[in-house]
């Protein structure tokens, strides 16, 4: 016998009207809440994102800017010339060497400069001819290279010993340059995608020593034979 269904027009089950509209008061909560931590969620990673972003740049930076001055060697010569040449703010000029010994990689001067106006950091190349003892550098760079774009100059932080030197209209005197131990690499790198600077940047710091001063003999200049 099959019992055929009936639907009770009279009967009380269901909702009432103010069960339904808690049920709805609820749903919203819930689905706002889900909504602001899926924003706060993407807004992070945004964040997190571009914080890595501006960390490998400025990192990819630092690291050529130090390999040149780690790289910094006394040119032969009579007399042999420092590997220091000059010094400022915004830049340094060193004799590196990132050859192999043979004649044919010679050592090479290395300009690398921080310019406030485009807001990049260049590496200029001077490749010499001649002999060793001899070398001719010439007044043009052989290689210009951009390795960083849009870094901003951070407040230095030179909290700890030795005092950095006073510079004269920008740049170290010549009789400072002598007095110099350690070269101070600082600068904030920014996301590829922005050009200006905000809360969070990766700051890049990093210290070189030079290595033709002998930290335990009483005269700290630098020495070339």
Sequence with gaps: MIRRSRIDLRSEEGFTLPELLVGIIIGMIVVIAS???????????????????ATQRGRTGLDRITRDLQSMVCVPGDPAQD???????????VYADLGDGSASRPPQRRTITYDPTQRKITE?????????????????PTATTTLLNDP???TPDDDVAPTALSTSAGALAATDLDNVARIRITFKALPSNRSTAKPGDAVMQDDVYRSAV??????????CW
């Design 35 to 53: 909504l602001n931590v899926l924003d706060s969620t993407v807004s992070l990673g945004t964040k997190v994102s571009k914080r890595v972003d």
């Design 124 to 140: 200029r190349v001077y490749t010499p001819t001649g002999s060793a003892g001899l070398y001719v550098f010439p007044t043009a």
């Design 214 to 223: 002998d930290p335990n003999s009483a005269d700290t200049t630098p020495q």
């Design 152 to 154: 901003i100059d951070p």
């Design 83 to 93: 590997a220091f040449i000059a010094g400022s703010d915004n830049s340094v000029d």
